[in-house]
C-alpha cells in the first residue's frame, strides 16, 4: 500500500526546498542601475550614456588619441571610484596597470577600460553582477553598482 503517491512526493520536496531556501535568504537585492537615484553630485544621466550588451554604461568624456586598446594590452590607468549615493570607496591615489582581459580587476572595470585610447576619459558605472556582486569588499556594501572616473594614461604591449 502507497501512503504518498511518486507525484505528490516530487512536488513536496520542491516546494520544501522553495522555502527552505526563501527561508535561508538574507533579502539580498542587488543594486539595479535604471532603477538607482544617483546622488546629484555625479551629475548621472543614463539617457546620455552607452548601455552595452552586459548591462554596463559608458560615457567618453575625452576620447583620447591612437589605437584603442584591446585584451592582451597592459594598460596603466588613473581611476576613482563612487558608489551611487556619491561616497568615494576610493580615490585612485597611485596609477593602476594591468593587463586588459586577464581577470586582474573587476569584469567590468576590464569592459569599460576596453576600446580607450590614449588620454582618454570615460566615466564607468557598473552593476553589480559585474562588480563584486553580493561580496561586501570593504567600504563597497553587497550588490552595489560602482562608478569610475577613468583616465588611460599609458599603454604596453
Given at each position: 500500500?502507497?501512503?504518498?503517491?511518486?507525484?505528490?512526493?516530487?512536488?513536496?520536496?520542491?516546494?520544501?526546498?522553495?522555502?527552505?531556501?526563501?527561508?535561508?535568504?538574507?533579502?539580498?537585492?542587488?543594486?539595479?542601475?535604471?532603477?538607482?537615484?544617483?546622488?546629484?553630485?555625479?551629475?548621472?544621466?543614463?539617457?546620455?550614456?552607452?548601455?552595452?550588451?552586459?548591462?554596463?554604461?559608458?560615457?567618453?568624456?575625452?576620447?583620447?588619441?591612437?589605437?584603442?586598446?584591446?585584451?592582451?594590452?597592459?594598460?596603466?590607468?588613473?581611476?576613482?571610484?563612487?558608489?551611487?549615493?556619491?561616497?568615494?570607496?576610493d580615490p585612485g591615489n597611485a596609477p593602476l596597470t594591468f593587463t586588459l582581459g586577464?581577470?586582474?580587476?573587476?569584469?567590468?572595470?576590464?569592459?569599460?577600460?576596453?576600446?580607450?585610447?590614449?588620454?582618454?576619459?570615460?566615466?564607468?558605472?557598473?552593476?553589480?553582477?559585474?562588480?563584486?556582486?553580493?561580496?561586501?569588499?570593504?567600504?563597497?556594501?553587497?550588490?552595489?553598482?560602482?562608478?569610475?572616473?577613468?583616465?588611460?594614461?599609458?599603454?604596453?604591449?
Amino acid at each position: 500500500m502507497r501512503l504518498i503517491s511518486p507525484r505528490f512526493s516530487a512536488l513536496t520536496v520542491a516546494a520544501a526546498g522553495v522555502l527552505l531556501l526563501a527561508a535561508c535568504s538574507d533579502g539580498f537585492s542587488p543594486q539595479v542601475i535604471e532603477e538607482t537615484d544617483f546622488a546629484s553630485a555625479l551629475q548621472i544621466d543614463l539617457s546620455a550614456m552607452t548601455k552595452t550588451a552586459s548591462g554596463l554604461y559608458i560615457e567618453t568624456v575625452a576620447e583620447g588619441a591612437g589605437d584603442p586598446v584591446a585584451a592582451g594590452h597592459t594598460v596603466t590607468v588613473t581611476y576613482t571610484g563612487l558608489l551611487a549615493s556619491g561616497i568615494t570607496f576610493d580615490p585612485g591615489n597611485a596609477p593602476l596597470t594591468f593587463t586588459l582581459g586577464a581577470g586582474q580587476v573587476v569584469a567590468g572595470f576590464d569592459e569599460g577600460v576596453t576600446g580607450m585610447k590614449l588620454g582618454g576619459i570615460r566615466i564607468v558605472i557598473i552593476p553589480p553582477g559585474l562588480a563584486y556582486g553580493e561580496r561586501a569588499i570593504g567600504a563597497i556594501p553587497a550588490g552595489s553598482i560602482l562608478i569610475f572616473r577613468i583616465e588611460l594614461t599609458d599603454i604596453a604591449g
